[in-house]
């Protein structure tokens, strides 16, 4: 089957979606499906050589917030276009992205629902032009829901079915400010009478869209996200000191602060004076006010030699990373919609300790790789770490179960097994 997968760039930092869509891409052409990945907005940062290949980048970032800016720029001739989308000034500008205000995005999210009927028509309209003109694809694949504004255009008008995932996107709209929320959510369903299948990536976030986007019975699948397991393997020995490790873009919904807070109660109650804290992850220049919060707080518990920090890991030192870890915990505040970190972990051998919400419960449930605690106590994630890190044998048996469930179920192959089953026919 011919099919263009289209996925956000985020220019300078990994995300888990882009990491996602990259080994599912690759994993699709092993299957003998003929898979061309398109980059939106920004250049991809994958943790391998990137599926897209010489495939150009569409409705760059630049362009994009400009033209939704100042309407006037929508006139620009092309030559100009293709300036602002050169490579180094989409990375120079996404150092500045933070500073974006939530009422730009906003209205930049309702910009991007509207598909060629809203402020962005002239960009969406060049990728859908090379759609129908150069590709000719079979099928449509959106890497997220923030995408469906082209279903209507691909299916009703070029006669292109249309497959979009769900990857976590309530979070990010539930936080716009109104009236933006309010519309980007009607617009979401809306669009999605043109979508032939959305696939979730877990069941307990199938069912929470399967809610709010009103879809029918058999309208969503659920296949679970799969990993690329070149080159994880568990350590050849167990660290030196007991490790608790973090591995996740390093800010306060991903629960980087609660794990700070987990540690230092571990520390001042004296049962593991050699406990050490290991954070790895995304750091973008936007993180770096938080981060510096929790510096401070370590700082004054006395506690820097026992800590260190891993920003922005290459592939090889994500693996390493791991394996220098005795247990990884990547306490999300958020309804997480998956959790790649948690297959990456075990498949390095090293079991987890998650909170018991949302898409990490069932997927430390059905790995059978770690253990969850009570989020809402406030001594639930201190009392969870100490409790495995004094039973190894009870960690082990986590581990290997874990890493066992991953080779089986969780390769990025088995993924692309379910996802190919998932699509629609003629």
Known sequence: MKI???TPGTGNFHCGSCHRDNHLVKALRRLGHEVVMVPLYLPLVTDGPSASGETPMFVGGINLFLQQKFPFLRRMPRWMEKLLDAPKLLLAAVKRAHMTSPKDLGAMTVASFQ???GPQAKEWQRLLTWLAEVEKPEVVSLSNGLLNGLAPT?????GIRVVCSLQGEDSFLDALPEPYRTRS???FRQNSSSVARYIATSEWYGNQMRERLQLAEGHLTVVHNGLDLSGYAPAPMKPAAPTVGFLS???AGKGLGDLV???????????HPTLRLALGGTVTDGDIPFINQQKQRITAAGLDAFVSWHPNLSAEEKIAFLQSLTLLSVPATYGEAFGLYVLESLACGVPVVEPNHAGLAEIVTVTG???LYDHTDPQGL???LAALLADPAEAARLAEAGRASVLTDFSADAMARRFAAALPTP
């Open 249 to 251: 873009r390093m800010i």
């Open 369 to 371: 790789g770690g253990i």
């Open 261 to 271: 807070t987990a540690f230092l109660q571990l520390k001042e109650n004296g049962a």
């Open 115 to 117: 598909g060629i009927h």
């Open 154 to 158: 691909l299916q009703r008008e070029l």
């Open 4 to 6: 263009v997968h289209l």
């Open 185 to 187: 959510w009607e617009l």
């Open 382 to 384: 201190s009392q969870a």
